[in-house]
């Protein structure tokens, strides 16, 4: 298990060899060659300094370093956002004919993208419900990826990664997981087995709601797969700027982490007492072995009493919109994306009230927070 204030020097430690605190952004396109023999031999693999930024820059190089280090891993390869990390992930290790087990309630664009592009290249996928992937030793006999999020988009179900893990490694299945939510500060799914960890930095690692990236950390075996197949192929390569905020905010993550939680507990502490609210989605420290702790976004049911429109009108702290994981608190009601046009919608295939609102606990005052959801309460129900 990792030790908490390692991670914080981790993070706030600078990178040798640049003289400067800060990573400086390189912002160019390509990298020119000093002769001939330089060029040839970097180009027959002889060197490994940077040719074009689709494939490398040392911005970028300087972000994938941190995260790697961050979540325990060898490697780590920064894409321009968490979907370019996962459609690059999932499509490196699968090809026609073989077949992907992925966890219910799975982000609703991970959902699409299975359905509408990857099912359509002859590769089968099935759904399975949170539990069976631990509780069925053999339900992963032979799939060739299992894909996972622990806690599960908007019902926020967990599951016991180690274990699903070891299943998978026993009949040769590779795992991958998204780890958007509990951050390597609460959850370093590498030390618990799992082969491929995925972010949409635009959540916590970016923090400050001005980012849309993703990167994917692993062994140098399976990065490098992912670095050969799929990232300078399909080019959702991360750009220079957007890794140098990244690397500024990884200074702050375990500072966040540990006031979103506070103000989860703040909030999960005073729900369980309210009358109005008839389930509570929030694992916490403990909930599953590797998990240490309780970020920000929750979801809740709310009473059928409740006008969730009435409610969500009556906020005025809480903004109303999609993504999460940024400084500002945020609320999305269920309906807005139950009712979201076009195929293949992951809140309508899984099943989800339209009475249960998801909530972005930002970095606001825990009970200023607290006060305006509850009078939001109130007025959803006059
Ligand atoms: C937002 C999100 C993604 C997609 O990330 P983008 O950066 O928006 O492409 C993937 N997984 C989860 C759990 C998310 O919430």
Known sequence: ???????????????????????????????????????????????????????????????????????????????????????????????????????????????????????PMGIEIDYHPINAFEEQPDLLKGYALAYLESPSSIVMQVMNLQQVAEHARRH?????????????????????????????ASKYIGGHSDTVAGVAVGSAEHIGRIRDLTLPLLGAKLAPFEAFLLTRSLRTLHLRMERHQATANHFVDRLGQEPLVRQTHSPGANAVPGLTGRSGLLSLELDPDVDVARFCNALSIFRLGVSWGGFESLALPAQASLSQAGQFNSMQRFGVSPQLVRLSLGLEDPEDLWCDFHQALQMGTN
């Open 172 to 200: 040769g299945v590779v795992t991958m997981t998204d780890n958007s939510w509990a951050t390597p500060v609460f959850q370093q799914p590498r030390r618990l087995g799992v082969d491929i960890v995925l972010h949409s």
């Open 1 to 119: 298990m990792h030790d908490d204030s390692k991670l914080a020097t981790l993070l706030t430690t600078p990178a040798a060899g640049h003289g400067t605190v800060t990573p400086p952004i390189v912002q160019t396109s390509l990298f020119t060659f000093q002769d001939y023999d330089s060029f040839v031999a970097r180009m027959a693999g002889q060197s490994d300094a940077p040719v074009y930024t689709r494939v490398q820059n040392p911005t970028v190089a300087e972000f994938e370093r941190l995260m790697a280090q961050a979540e325990g891993a060898e490697a780590a390869v920064g894409f321009a956002s968490g979907m370019g990390a996962i459609a690059a992930a999932i499509m490196a290790f699968i090809q026609p004919g073989q077949r992907i087990a992925c966890v219910e309630h799975v982000y609703s664009d991970t959902y699409r993208l299975l359905e509408r592009t990857i099912r």
